[in-house]
């Protein structure tokens, strides 16, 4: 029998809390919580017993049919206890929830939660992360509650990779606070890693082995050794073993490999009198260059693909120092991920990576340009590279980044060393060319 307690005002008649009638209640409880406008009321779960009592409630001397007008019973309720069917409901079976408000008002949180995290600056700056925002969305992050704490968690750690060679708990420690946050088999490891993954556009890990790999791929727990970065014609003042090695390759015409210890123990990197350093994604770009220009090459930086905790580390040293940093890479969706990676890590602008730049060198056949996402520099970029479909590699435009670094070299040459009033390049702005 239901209990007759919790209520407020007079206690309902005992009549109403017959046991034969309590099919009927939580019936009447799970329609009216539904949120939708009832006018029957079904009287399938009653038995005989549960019939004859409300044909009793009803003043009826037949059963009732297999439904009752709400608005009989809630007539015949007046009468007998001066109440409608939704207080006798809510005083013997509980509050009744509008269930359907409350799953649009869920509903509109979701959907601000993923409007969040779509625009939030770190997936904007690098667009392949939508890709990541919709797999979480598709696959469901639990209740929400928990859902926005996690997401702010794995976008502060995005916002902190590469991780410069730091071990995984003491990266996590930093970031978070918590040495054991980022430990494998945690839900925040595996968004982070699923995050990791696309935009490497490597597949999703499934081994504790795979795992690793791709924190490794991002700087965490780096080998100081073999994380190298390609350098050229840097000529850093000061005395110090890094500075010493790049004077020597640079007036060597030579490139240098800068382990990541080498870059951690440098103070700074103070370069004179160039302010600009062109970084290119592909060795070969550096040995052309080399090739062309030697012991005159301007300040070059080669990240050989995805840019390792040595070379993203270069290059913010080189920013804080106040260089300017211009980018090239790949005009394939590969090498557009990676770009938008570098100037969202390091603050450098693209070089020659626009559509117009991409039109202008597509040949009729390449190879396939692969997955496009979007460029944050330039938002007709993705569109042209899907429409054409052929990759513009970047030994393709190597006679016009060399074109544009001889005009640095002129540039220079015409500040440093031509006399007073004469020279090449006085009528010609140092470096008009970045402007572009």
Not at 372 to 385: E, F, H, I, K, N
Not at 411 to 423: E, K, Q, S
Request: glycine share 8%; net charge neutral; aromatic share 4%.
């Amino acid at each position: 029998m239901i209990p007759i307690t919790a209520a407020m005002g007079e206690p309902l008649p005992h009549v109403l809390s017959d046991a034969a009638l309590e099919p009927l209640w939580r019936g009447l409880h799970e329609r009216f919580c539904a949120g939708r406008p009832v006018t029957n009321v079904r009287l399938d779960g009653l038995d005989d017993h549960g019939r004859a009592a409300v044909a009793d409630l009803l003043g009826s001397a037949r059963y009732p049919g297999r439904a009752v007008a709400l608005a009989r019973l809630d007539g015949a309720l007046a009468d007998i206890a001066g109440v409608d069917a939704r207080t006798v409901v809510e005083r013997l079976v509980g509050p009744i929830e509008n269930r359907a408000a409350q799953r649009a008002a869920a509903a509109r949180e979701r959907e601000e939660l993923w409007t969040w995290l779509r625009g939030h600056p770190v997936v904007r700056a690098q667009p392949v992360l939508l890709e990541w925002a919709d797999t979480l969305q598709r696959t469901g992050m639990g209740a929400l509650a928990q859902a926005r704490p996690l997401l702010e968690s794995a976008l502060a750690v995005l916002d902190r990779l590469p991780a410069g060679g730091a071990p995984l708990p003491a990266f996590a420690e930093a970031v978070l606070a918590d040495p054991h946050a980022l430990d494998d088999g945690t839900r925040l490891a595996a968004v982070v890693l699923r995050a990791v993954a696309v935009m490497l556009g490597a597949e999703p890990p499934t081994s504790a082995e795979q795992r690793r790999a791709l924190w490794e791929r991002v700087g965490v727990a780096e080998d100081e050794l073999s994380a190298t970065v390609l350098v050229a014609g840097v000529r850093p003042a000061g005395e110090d073993p890094l500075a010493i090695v790049l004077r020597t390759c640079a007036a060597a015409g030579q490139a240098a490999a800068l382990t990541l210890a080498q870059v951690r123990a440098a103070d700074s990197l103070p370069l004179t009198p160039e302010s600009v350093v062109h970084v290119v994604e592909n060795p070969s770009i550096l040995a052309l260059t080399l090739r062309r220009f030697g012991t005159r090459c301007p300040p070059l930086v080669c990240t050989s693909g995805w840019p390792n905790g040595a070379g993203v580390l270069l290059l913010r040293r080189l920013a804080e120092q106040g260089h300017e940093l211009r980018y090239h890479g790949d005009l394939d969706g590969n090498g557009v991920r990676i770009a938008a990676y570098v100037m969202a890590k390091t603050g450098a602008r693209p070089w020659r990576m626009s559509e117009s730049d991409y039109r202008a060198a597509v040949p009729p056949n390449g190879p396939p340009v692969g997955r496009v996402s979007a460029a944050p520099w330039d938002t007709g970029l993705a569109d042209a590279m899907v429409a054409c479909g052929v990759a513009v590699v970047e030994e393709r435009t190597s006679e016009l980044l060399l074109a544009d670094l001889a005009g640095q070299i002129r540039g220079t040459t015409a500040l440093t060393d031509a006399p007073a009033g004469r020279g090449e390049g006085r009528d010609q702005p140092a470096r008009a060319w970045v402007r572009r």
